[in-house]
């Protein structure tokens, strides 16, 4: 198994772009995805496979890898985009599901 | 969409056995997808705990693994998670979730796309 690594928090002003990070040893050969998760809420696919967006997501959500850094682009934020979001991979073998730590969005 | 339902006992006495049911209403766990667990502590983040195939094939949480039991009921139409000998730190709301797996281009692909909205479980006497 191996680690999955965010920044605890990331701050931005309504309409300008948040880049959260997730780095891991694994992820230049394991997809990656995102989860948005609001308050009381369960958490909500945003990215799947390193850059596809599942239907009914914003445009302004997007995703790129490069090496072992995945990164989540919220592009024109939003006030409604204050969140958690979590990165998720899995292991080489696809058995076990692996989770970053989180990192709590602040749209200021 | 499908939609899924977690239930439960909200509250387990420490070292007893904690079980929820996850409902599929309308549809049938059979087929393409995979299904799964996760929980997350108060204030903490996300721990998956095992997922299963409707094939009865299980995938388990290293750290939880000698815990932990997900099963299909029969009818197919619900799974079930069983995990022994609780204390205080598995107090969590647990979501039961729908799972896609495979593999294309060398890699496989490992993921949550539906969420059920999750049970608060309570380990305390």
């Known amino acids: 198994s191996y680690e999955l690594t965010q920044p605890p928090s990331v701050s931005v002003s309504p309409g300008q772009t948040a880049r959260i990070t997730c780095f891991g040893d694994a992820l230049p050969n394991q997809y990656a995805y995102w989860y948005q998760q609001k308050p009381g809420q369960a958490p909500a696919l945003v990215i799947y496979?390193?850059?596809e967006r599942p239907s009914g997501i914003p445009e302004r959500f997007s995703g790129s890898s490069s090496g072992t850094t995945v990164t989540l682009t919220i592009s024109g934020v939003q006030a409604e985009d204050e969140a958690d979001y979590y990165c998720q991979s899995a292991d080489t073998i696809g058995t076990s599901v692996i989770f970053g730590g989180g990192t709590k969005l602040t749209v200021l | 969409q499908v939609q899924l339902q977690e239930s439960g006992p909200g509250l387990v006495k420490p070292s007893e056995t904690l079980s929820l049911t996850c409902g599929v209403p309308g549809s049938s766990i059979s087929g393409y997808y995979y299904w799964g667990w996760i929980r997350q502590p108060p204030g903490k983040g996300l721990e998956w705990i095992g997922t299963?195939?409707?094939?009865?094939?299980?995938y388990y949480n290293p750290s939880l693994k000698s815990r932990v039991t997900i099963s299909v009921d029969t009818s197919k139409t619900r799974f079930s998670l069983r995990l022994s000998s609780v204390t205080a730190a598995d107090t969590a709301v647990y979501y039961c979730?729908?799972?896609?797996?495979?593999?294309?281009?060398?890699?496989?692909?490992?993921?949550?796309?539906?969420w059920g909205e999750g049970t608060t479980v309570t380990v305390s006497s």
């Open positions: 496979k390193d850059i």
């Open positions: 299963i195939y409707h094939d009865g094939s299980t």
């Open positions: 979730a729908r799972l896609v797996r495979g593999y294309t281009y060398g890699r496989y692909y490992y993921y949550m796309d539906v």
